[in-house]
């Protein structure tokens, strides 16, 4: 594998406008989410940014940018136009999509969400953790993913993904965690396909992949590391990395 990590940026957030420029202990969360892919090793990492001030701020910390069209519809489609942008040559086979929003990312997660590709069926990597209480089952902006995670196995096939507390019955659950490795070809078809309609009932894209055949497969961590998403998220990321 020949990895590239693209980090899609863009300061269109209903919750926490300008997000990518909120300041965390002296710089943009943007750069540190940027500064932990950077120590993962596993790749080249550049932003797929939507607007110009992402872009200047990018290249202010020494990172590598690219201008994308602001009005992309996702952040997969940002990626694929940065990735057509920074290696028309088709060097690198895998493209890791990782989410503006995790400054407090463990670095080592990048390289584990790799690992499902050692299975040459598998077309997308993901990552997926516990679900530690019945509270946090319950709440809609904990994704959720049914796999079969088991003592002897920490890579599993995603089988679906919904906001609700899936799958029934007695067992552990588990919060996706929307970090994921396309093999190449695999984010070209997916960026290619019309909306699902579970995609569109859930309002999760990963499910336009599995309706399409496409096969997921996660990596489990330990735990989930939380997105900064409202001002309260922020304050608490400041905290940590005051």
């Known amino acids: 594998m020949n990895p590239i990590v693209i980090i899609p940026a863009r300061m269109a957030s209903t919750r926490l406008p300008g997000k990518p420029l909120a300041e965390i202990g002296g710089q943009p969360m ?48 940002r990626v694929d136009a940065a990735l057509a942008s920074l290696d028309p040559a088709g060097v690198h086979d895998v493209v890791v999509n990782l989410q503006g929003d995790l400054p407090t990312l463990p670095p080592d997660y ?26 946090e089952a319950k709440v809609a902006s904990v994704v959720k993913v049914a796999c079969g995670f088991d003592h002897q196995r920490a890579v599993a096939p995603a ?26 070809a695999a984010l070209a078809r997916f960026v290619a396909l019309p909306e699902s309609p579970l995609e569109k009932r859930e309002k999760l894209e990963q499910l336009r992949a599995l309706e399409a055949g496409m096969r997921i ?23 940590v990395l005051r």
């Open 30 to 77: 943007i750069v540190h989410v940027l500064a932990r892919a950077q120590q993962a090793c596993i790749g080249p990492v550049a932003v797929a940014c939507g607007e110009l001030v992402i872009f200047d701020a990018v290249r202010r910390a020494g990172g590598t940018a690219v201008l994308t069209d602001p009005a992309l519809p996702s952040g997969s489609d």
């Open 110 to 135: 990048l390289r584990t969400v790799l690992l499902p590709l050692g299975d040459p069926a598998v077309d997308i990597a993901t990552l997926a953790a516990p679900i530690r209480s019945e509270a």
């Open 217 to 239: 497969g996660c990596a489990l961590v330990a735990e989930a590391p939380f997105g900064v998403d409202t001002p309260a998220d922020l304050e608490r990321a400041r905290m």
């Open 159 to 184: 089988i679906y993904f919904s906001r609700l507390p899936i799958p029934g019955g007695e067992g552990p659950r588990w919060h996706h965690i929307g970090i994921y490795a396309f093999r190449r």
